[in-house]
């Protein structure tokens, strides 16, 4: 890993918490409402979303430079969207071992090689979501496939992975985690850190 630029140090003084009241709660989220202090010293009422899980993405990039994708519709913006296999990891779970789970249930694919390509905040000016996300290669048919439950409906598509990144570009796709998987799988082919075979296949 290469060391930080000196840039990145912190600047200034951190948010102080002062009282918080839990607004609301569930298995997957917890809502809060803080007194605090912000960096310039002024009070301040805060309020977030805190997760249960880690947000797992998986980019399934086969042999052959496809892209296998996930499609369902979405409850908070009314939408229909096709995505990567995502899902959550108890914040106490190896991710590996999430990763792995929700590839085989949503996919029924297993891979033969992960690679750990990128860890993020997503919005994190309101929520503490963390997500991590893996490139899965070496892919063949194995997994338990997808156990849905009471609410879902997906379907599966598989595609060139250009023709995936090209559509991502253009707004047809627009899950944060499946537009920077993609964008990281591109650098990282364009960067030489991916087998010369597999790069033709993406990029060819």
């Given at each position: 890993?290469s060391?930080?630029?000196?840039?990145?140090?912190?600047?200034?003084?951190?948010?102080?918490?002062?009282?918080?009241?839990?607004?609301?709660?569930?298995?997957?989220?917890r809502?809060s409402?803080?007194?605090?202090?912000?960096?310039?010293?002024?009070?301040?009422?805060?309020?977030?979303?805190?997760?249960?899980?880690?947000?797992?993405?998986?980019?399934?990039?086969?042999?052959?430079?496809?892209?296998?994708l996930?499609?369902q519709?979405?409850?908070?913006l009314?939408?229909?969207?096709?995505?990567?296999?995502?899902?959550?990891?108890p914040l106490?779970?190896?991710p590996l071992?999430g990763?792995?789970?929700?590839?085989?249930?949503e996919?029924?694919?297993?891979?033969?090689?992960?690679?750990?390509?990128?860890s993020?905040?997503?919005?994190?000016?309101?929520?503490?979501?963390?997500?991590?996300?893996?490139?899965a290669?070496?892919?063949?048919?194995?997994?338990?496939?997808?156990?849905?439950?009471d609410?879902?409906e997906?379907a599966?598509?598989?595609?060139?992975?250009?023709?995936?990144?090209?559509?991502?570009?253009?707004?047809?796709l627009?899950?944060?985690?499946t537009?920077?998987?993609?964008?990281?799988?591109?650098?990282?082919?364009?960067e030489?850190?991916l087998?010369d075979?597999?790069v033709?296949?993406m990029?060819?």
């Amino acid at each position: 890993m290469s060391q930080r630029p000196t840039w990145l140090r912190p600047h200034g003084t951190p948010w102080m918490r002062g009282p918080e009241l839990v607004v609301y709660e569930n298995p997957w989220i917890r809502v809060s409402h803080h007194e605090a202090t912000a960096p310039t010293g002024r009070p301040a009422q805060y309020g977030m979303v805190g997760f249960k899980n880690l947000a797992i993405a998986v980019l399934p990039l086969h042999d052959d430079g496809t892209v296998t994708l996930v499609g369902q519709s979405r409850f908070a913006l009314a939408d229909y969207s096709w995505e990567i296999p995502e899902g959550g990891s108890p914040l106490g779970e190896d991710p590996l071992d999430g990763a792995r789970r929700e590839l085989a249930e949503e996919t029924g694919l297993v891979a033969a090689d992960w690679r750990q390509v990128m860890s993020v905040q997503l919005s994190n000016s309101v929520t503490d979501e963390r997500a991590i996300g893996y490139l899965a290669l070496g892919l063949s048919e194995g997994g338990a496939g997808h156990h849905a439950d009471d609410t879902e409906e997906i379907a599966l598509a598989r595609a060139p992975f250009r023709e995936v990144l090209d559509a991502a570009l253009a707004g047809h796709l627009q899950d944060v985690l499946t537009v920077a998987m993609l964008l990281r799988a591109y650098h990282m082919a364009r960067e030489g850190a991916l087998p010369d075979a597999l790069v033709r296949a993406m990029l060819g």
